[in-house]
T-cell receptor
Framework: EAQVTQNPRYLITVTGKKLTVTCSQNMNHEYMSWYRQDPGLGLRQIYYSMNVEVTDKGDVPEGYKVSRKEKRNFPLILESPSPNQTSLYFC??????????????FGQGTRLTVV | GEDVEQSLFLSVREGDSSVINCTYTDSSSTYLYWYKQEPGAGLQLLTYIFSNMDMKQDQRLTVLLNKKDKHLSLRIADTQTGDSAIYFCAALTGSWGKFQFGAGTQVVVTP
């Protein structure tokens, strides 16, 4: 079954304590990205990756890091989380290019609370 | 303004038709999508339309695209309580497939 798997689904942490949210896809997609969802703001892209070892900033990258050492995994790292990073996070993957329909597959989301 | 805009809330009675509207700014958008998000879940693709099409129908869903005005709409016929969700409009832009999402429209279906 084609899927994007994020872990954990829920996380409560304290300010400054480093954390990693994992994301894995089984569709051999080149393109992976992280979004945060906040009320009234929709989904805003944090970082994206077009392939292994190729990553770039999205619209709201401050306070986040990513890595893409393997095609299937794209972890999101918060080195020093702050309360304004409390949000619902989604990982997504898709094929690259616009020559064909490029449906984005989403993970189930990670609800992060930073206290 | 935002790249993709949509109204934030829609209330509709069960059995009526719902129409959710969306506008986008990037005229080079190739595909336009509607995603549905149910409470506590991720986003699921509902339907999409290629930019050279005006209309697409898929069972109870009808997508209309006015490329000149950069306006997209989703019509849900015979709306059911299970259609209560947040609906996101998204545009595929750029040569490498970046998605721009709207803020989402909360649809509430009342009996």
């Amino acid at each position: 079954e084609a899927q994007v798997t994020q872990n954990p689904r829920y996380l409560i942490t304290v300010t400054g304590k480093k954390l990693t949210v994992t994301c894995s896809q089984n569709m051999n997609h080149e393109y992976m990205s992280w979004y945060r969802q906040d009320p009234g703001l929709g989904l805003r892209q944090i970082y994206y990756s077009m392939n292994v070892e190729v990553t770039d900033k999205g619209d709201v990258p401050e306070g986040y890091k990513v890595s893409r050492k393997e095609k299937r995994n794209f972890p999101l790292i918060l080195e020093s989380p702050s309360p304004n990073q409390t949000s619902l996070y989604f990982c997504a993957s898709s094929w690259t290019g616009t020559a064909m329909n490029t449906e984005a597959f989403f993970g189930q989301g990670t609800r992060l609370t930073v206290v | 303004g935002e790249d993709v805009e949509q109204s934030l809330f829609l209330s509709v009675r069960e059995g009526d038709s719902s129409v959710i509207n969306c506008t986008y700014t990037d005229s080079s958008s190739t595909y336009l999508y509607w995603y549905k998000q149910e409470p506590g879940a991720g986003l699921q693709l509902l339907t999409y339309i290629f930019s050279n099409m005006d209309m697409k129908q898929d069972q109870r869903l009808t997508v209309l695209l006015n490329k000149k005005d950069k306006h997209l709409s989703l019509r849900i016929a015979d709306t059911q309580t299970g259609d209560s969700a947040i609906y996101f409009c998204a545009a595929l832009t750029g040569s490498w497939g970046k998605f721009q999402f709207g803020a989402g429209t909360q649809v509430v279906v009342t009996p």
